[in-house]
């Protein structure tokens, strides 16, 4: 599964990522708002994860 992690909180951001990559999924992981769309344009993914309390 191809999954895009939107988390600024480094410490969970990179718990989540470590986790889902052991489980065999492919994350992206985007701690800038101002990047989300650019990983939007580029590839298709299957699940987004989104911190909902993200500024912008």
Known sequence: M???LI???TKLG???HYK???????????SDT??????LQKSRYDLYILDWMMPH
């Open 2 to 4: 191809h999954i895009l």
């Open 7 to 9: 988390e600024d909180d």
């Open 14 to 16: 990179s718990l989540l």
């Open 20 to 30: 889902l990559n052991r489980e065999y999924h492919t994350v992206d992981w985007v």
């Open 34 to 39: 101002a990047l989300v769309h650019e990983y």
